[in-house]
């Protein structure tokens, strides 16, 4: 199948375009950049690949990249903590899924793949997030953002376009190319060494290369519109930092603090930022989606699309590994996880679960 993809030199896309070579399909990218193109694929084993330069806020541009396509995986969106971009990421993003949802409609595309976001529904409404919870009004930019670009793909949907939207929760992995915000979290929890944790709630971590499966099986033509959650492992605090602890033999420390205290602590800091213009990563959004997360119902996923999810120890050790060797992590902040970069081996593999 003939396949554009949007955002294919990001995180979550460049490995969309790996699972899709892999599979057998013929990708084609829309990029800003053609520099973009190689450091992003070329470590994934992607060779050289057909794109189109230009931009989706661009109508005439998205389309001009959308013929001779059958399908379309759009994953292009501005994410970003820098609150001075506010107006760039409701501009682009919004803009961006009507330009390449509405085009791949109107041009027959089947399926038209849209890269949504937990964070469109959250939050929850129940002790379980599906891909029919209702979408939310969230305050954070960007999944304001993207809660506007769901109500736009279930516009479609409602119409009857064959629009599959996905919903990754944070994704981990492997081979970030651009060294993103999620890059800059797991970085700092690593230096610091400790964090606060609440009892409620918790961090949807997902692995990167099995929401790359998840698109690719979701290109099925004929299925009509359907929504897929991939929320992965719901993991508090607590759990995550002694995993921290078990892979690389060091100590991590939680310190034990009610959920009300730390979206307080939110609060002051977004204060701070407002005075200051620093910007930390424990703002009042990020506090209030870690203590009122619930698990996601993935089980759909698994069973309509004959999917499975990598274990949260194997995709945390990936993802350290990966830190250390692209020098973004010291050999003292992976500890033991170290050897097995210098080795050259990797670690050793683990077995992969299904929700």
Known sequence: MRVLVTGGTGFLGSHTVAALAR???????????PDRIEPALGPLGV?????VVGDITDAACVERALLGCEAVV????????DRSRDAEVARVNLTGAKNVLGAAHRLGLDP????????ALFPPDGPLLTADTEVKDPTNPYARSKAQCER??????????????????????????HRGEGVAVVTQFMKLGFAPASREGGLPVVDVRDVADIHVAALQPGCG????????????????????????????????????????????????????GVSLLLTYEAMHTLTRMVPCDDAPTVRELNVSFRSLEETVRDTLIWMYEAGLLAEKHVGTLGGFAADGAGAPPRGRQVL
Do not use: N
């Open 23 to 33: 599979a057998g399909h013929d990708v084609k990218l829309l990029v800003r950049s």
């Open 225 to 276: 519109p359907r929504r897929f959650t991939a929320g992965g492992h719901l993991v508090g605090m607590g759990a995550l930092f002694e995993m921290f602890s078990l892979l690389t033999g060091r100590r991590f420390v939680t310190i034990p603090t009610h959920a009300r205290l730390l979206r307080g602590l939110g609060r002051g800091i977004d204060w701070l930022h407002r005075l200051t």
């Open 112 to 119: 038209i793949v849209f890269v949504s976001s937990l964070s």
């Open 152 to 177: 736009y793909a279930r516009e479609l949907q409602a119409r009857g376009a064959p629009v599959v939207c996905t919903y990754p929760g944070s994704v981990w992995g492997p081979h970030d190319p």
């Open 47 to 51: 060779g050289p690949v057909d794109h």
């Open 74 to 81: 759009h994953a292009a969106a501005v994410f970003t903590l």
